[in-house]
């Protein structure tokens, strides 16, 4: 007796599944043949279906953004201050703290600030990215304060050099600024999110910006609202500022010069050399101000398409950070 053939079982199969075929079918051989192409098609659009599922899943999460939260809402694990005056891990007068999930600089503790510039370093640092802020100022600027400039005035420090090589007495980190301006309700802008280059120099509209400070086109945002600004950070290239959603500046080719910068280690400065990553650093210099979120959108990693982490958002390629799946056996 001949074994049933393939056909044969996928018409039991579809028999099963109450596949509706013609009662009079003249030739059993063609209905065999039909019964089957049906099962199939069906079968190879199943197939398509989950491709093309895997495929929509896979770009889902090379288009999903994975944000950084370097501030974790509870206390400063990952942050180090150095406070002029003072060794790189000291906190003098509880400069920086966390209280009810927001990261203040508070001089509750100071009698004078007394030239006390403080900044608080993040663990590692960063090239390629987008850094999101939400800050505001609060209270009134505490005396011995080194002038009226920076009343309502803070700041992040980016593409730094670490706190550790900071010295003792070095009051401002070899870095750029992104530097936050408070409104002082008399009747003039005061934008935010201005670029200020301690030991370094930007380009500007094709050459050298000669100013230490280059305004942004930001409005003026006064009382102790929140403020959000972001950083578009892209290696020693093009950096962008936006204050809420809105872009305000846009300038390239960030690198040590300049001046601004005192008691600093000459080892850490090399004139003309580009700054395409480093340190990120919030400021402290002397009027109280409060963050509610400090987070980073990693624009370097894997640009591999086979690869588990590869993201369609990265600019800058780096194949060491690259995982892949073992292939099942």
Known sequence: MLEKNDSEKLIEMADSM???VPKTAPNPQRRRAKLAAQLTAALSFCVLSCSLSATAFAAAAADAEEWIQLFNGRDLEGWTPKITGHEYGENFGDTFRVENGVLKVSYDEYESFDGRFGHLFYKEPFSHYRLRIEYRFVGEQLKGHPG???????????HSQSGSSMLRDQDFPICVEAQFLGGLSDGRDRPTFNMCSPGSEIVYDGSIYPDHCLNSKSKTFHGDQW???????????????????????????????????????PKQFRAGELLDGGYIALQS???????????LLNLEGCMDRNASNYKRYYVKSNPAACKYEEASH
């Open 18 to 20: 109450h596949v509706l």
């Open 148 to 158: 009226d400039w920076a009343m309502r005035n803070s700041g992040v420090m980016f």
């Open 227 to 265: 403020v959000q600004g972001e950083l578009l950070v892209l290696g020693s290239g093009q950096i962008t500022h936006y204050v809420d959603g809105e872009k305000v500046l846009e300038y390239a080719l960030p690198q040590m010069g300049g001046g601004a910068v005192n008691h600093f280690d």
């Open 285 to 295: 210099e002397s009027h109280p101000i409060e963050f509610r979120k400090v987070e």
